[in-house]
């Protein structure tokens, strides 16, 4: 079974640009969920979708943070404008169903706001 | 607000030498506790779900235990491939926790040769 795809791997922008990631997640996972991972801590919920409906954005700086999923497949997600401390690894996780199902994790996209 | 706390944020074994990964939470009903293994520039990868207090998995060297406020990563007679961060999280039950997976801050374990 081929795992969660994300792009790009990497990106270094300055703050005030804007960015975009993609993720891909495991064919027939209904639920999708976008985490910002800071250096030294755990995953942070931004945002979950179940097919193309979102569950779950109350964790997501709606100011500067936007995320779709089309189509209940692919996902994007959009800094703009981007702040320093937006820096941090975004992982894209999809399971099976929501609740009690396990996360299949991407390896993610590590930003660098300068 | 549900917390998760682990602890130590480090450790660091023998080959060989026992020892125990701790997860502290407080959540609002437990509907799952998680753990994940993570490895450098990858994305955690499921390790163990447990449901009630008493309940135990086994993995390989691995084995998760649950009570009513901790959960704890027994790793046994670790080798050098078990170097990781170790995740444990938790899912809601109640009110603004439903469906919430929570992650604690991780242990770094390294396993020296």
């Known amino acids: 079974e081929a795992g969660v795809a994300q792009s790009p791997r990497y990106k270094i922008i300055e703050k005030r640009q804007s960015v975009a990631f993609w993720c891909n997640p495991i064919?027939?996972?209904?639920?999708l969920y976008w985490y910002q991972q800071i250096l030294g801590q755990g995953p942070k919920l931004l945002i979950q979708f179940q097919n193309n409906g979102v569950v779950d954005d109350s964790q997501l700086p709606k100011d500067r943070f936007s995320a779709e999923r089309l189509k209940g497949v692919d996902s994007t997600l959009k800094i703009q404008p981007a702040k320093l401390e937006d820096s941090a690894v975004y992982l894209c996780?999809?399971?099976?169903?929501?609740?009690?199902?396990?996360?299949?994790f991407g390896n993610g996209t590590r930003l660098t706001v300068t | 607000e549900d917390q998760v706390t682990q602890s130590p944020e480090a450790l660091r074994l023998q080959e060989g030498e026992s020892s125990s990964l701790n997860c502290s939470y407080t959540v609002s009903g437990l509907r799952g506790l998680f753990w994940y293994r993570q490895d450098p520039g990858k994305g955690p990868e499921f390790l163990f779900t447990l449901y009630s207090a008493g309940e135990e998995k086994e993995k390989e060297r691995l084995k998760a235990t649950l009570t009513k406020k901790e959960s704890f990563l027994h790793i046994t007679a670790p080798k050098p491939e078990d170097s990781a961060t170790y995740l444990c999280a938790v899912l809601g039950a109640g009110g603004t926790s439903y469906g919430k997976l929570t992650f604690g801050q991780g242990t770094i374990l390294t396993v020296h040769p």
């Open positions: 996780a999809s399971s099976l169903r929501s609740y009690n199902s396990p996360l299949h």
């Open positions: 064919s027939g996972h209904a639920t």
